[in-house]
């Protein structure tokens, strides 16, 4: 049964795509029966997961690129757009954190996180908006992060980059709204993926993480892939500039 029955056929693009949060979206979209190209810098993994996706839908795509590169973004768009005909939905999923003391990050850490997390989620909208522009209608999804609202230890980069993008997201969704263009964010608490699960071999960092979550556990990718799929679907039609938390209550105290 698909959930988001609107979605089929939808031409989609996902940043990020092939691991992590970024290829649960994608498999949800597909799942759903929209058309799915996904974008990463590894090859091999944007493979395996093209492979996936083309089990629920067979015109979904890959396409490699470095998003810190403006004219990789021009030209992975234009592929995409090539292949599925148009472009329905964009899902800003790319990103990176560097965990530092604020005292240890360095200018490259500060421009990879800024220009990865933000300047690239930029660009990739700006791009989109050409094709959703002259049909006069498009959903663009932000995935940002509790962190655009809250300060945490070693994440000054990290912080800033996604409070910008949640600042992005309201500055685009006023902008465009006129196109008939949607602009909206999910921001999530720490997420249980392959990505993340060294990470909380730390066992006092897991408990420190754990006591902010008033429900006690931690989201898994497919509460982030949920609350996408409804911001791209007709249910959130009328609802543009805003940001989902995907949290557990952590925002809330």
Request: charged residues 25%; glycine residues 8%.
């Amino acid at each position: 049964m698909k959930n988001f029955p609107d979605l089929e056929n939808k031409s989609v693009l996902v940043t990020g795509g092939s691991k992590g949060i970024g290829r649960d979206i994608a498999l949800s979209f597909a799942k759903n029966g929209a058309k799915v190209v996904i974008v990463g810098r590894n090859e091999e993994a944007l493979q395996q997961t093209a492979v996936e996706l083309r089990k629920f839908n067979r015109s979904s795509f890959y396409v490699s690129a470095d998003l810190n590169n403006v004219s990789e973004i021009q030209r992975m768009t234009e592929k995409a757009v090539d292949y599925m005909g148009t472009l329905d939905v964009l899902v800003n999923n790319a990103g990176i954190n560097r965990a530092k003391p604020a005292m240890e990050v360095t200018e490259e850490d500060w421009d990879l996180t800024l220009d990865t997390n933000l300047k690239a989620a930029f660009f990739c909208s700006q791009k989109a908006a050409e094709y959703m522009i002259p049909n006069q209608s498009g959903k663009i999804v932000n995935i940002a992060s509790q962190m655009a609202f809250v300060g945490y230890f070693k994440r000054a980069a990290y912080c800033a980059s996604k409070g910008g993008m949640v600042q992005l997201t309201k500055a685009l969704a006023v902008e465009w709204a006129s196109h008939g263009i949607n602009v909206n964010a999910v921001a999530p608490t720490f997420i249980e993926t392959e990505l993340t699960s060294k990470m909380f071999e730390d066992k006092e960092f897991e408990k420190e993480v754990y006591s902010r979550i008033p429900l006690g556990k931690l989201a898994d990718a497919g509460d982030v892939s949920a609350a996408t799929l409804f911001l791209s679907s007709n249910l959130s039609k009328f609802i543009t500039g805003d940001t989902i938390k995907v949290d557990g209550g952590w925002t809330a105290i």
